[in-house]
């Protein structure tokens, strides 16, 4: 079963996640935003592999350590075919705008909706766009990696290119709120929250 570490990572503290099969001695990055030290540390620390590199969307505040941890630890980085674009044009991921060019780095493999099967566990992915067309949550046993779709009492923003306010919604409410059970939601950025409290409680969503 995987262990979970949260790590804060780059200005615009992201929400970077790793998952750690300590026993089978596997592991997974969601969203490397930033500086990944600490997290390549752990992955070493446990002489586990990195099999993949999942990212939420392409925005450059989640890809911004991408290139340093594939260099480093190697993972398949996965991304939904509808911000894959964003891995290698500064343009579409907003880091020329901010004066902060990235290095690009290819997509190994293309994502839609599907299950990844690592160690004794399912990741889930599940298509929710909105924030950007190619945005994905993550499902694994009872939380959700919810990236900048869902956050606590909030919702991602709209604002930016390709983002769609009605679609965003409607992923919330169609593809989140209908999964049977509660589950914890891990956001992109801030604290974690419920999908219970966010269906009762959510100012956008209620």
């Known amino acids: 079963m995987a262990v ?3 790590m804060v990572v780059g200005i615009y503290g992201t929400n970077s996640y790793l998952l750690l099969w300590k026993k089978a001695k596997k592991a997974v990055v969601i969203d490397p935003g930033g500086k990944m030290d600490d997290t390549i540390k752990k992955i070493q620390d446990a002489d586990a592999k990195l099999e993949y590199i999942i990212l ?3 925005h450059f505040d989640h890809i911004m350590g991408l290139k ?3 260099d480093k630890l190697g993972g398949r980085v996965l991304i939904h075919r509808d911000d894959k674009d964003m891995l290698t044009d500064n343009g579409k991921n907003l880091s020329n705008a901010l004066g902060m060019p990235l290095p690009k780095v290819e997509a190994d493999d293309i994502i839609d909706e599907g299950t990844l099967k690592i160690a004794d566990d399912r990741l889930r992915i599940i298509h929710t766009p ?3 067309p190619g945005s994905i949550c993550i499902v694994l046993r009872d939380i959700i990696f ?3 779709t869902l956050f606590r009492m909030s919702i991602g923003r709209t604002d930016l290119p390709g983002g769609n306010y009605p679609r965003l919604i409607k992923s919330i409410r169609e593809k989140l709120f209908v999964l049977d059970g ?3 939601v891990y956001p992109g950025h801030g604290e974690c929250t419920s999908l219970s409290v966010e269906k009762a409680r959510n100012p956008f969503l209620t």
Do not use: A, P, R, W
Request: charged letters at 35%.
């Open 146 to 148: 919810s990236g900048d």
């Open 4 to 6: 979970v570490h949260k």
């Open 182 to 184: 509660d589950f914890d």
């Open 56 to 58: 939420t969307h392409g």
């Open 130 to 132: 909105g924030h950007t």
């Open 68 to 70: 340093d941890l594939k």
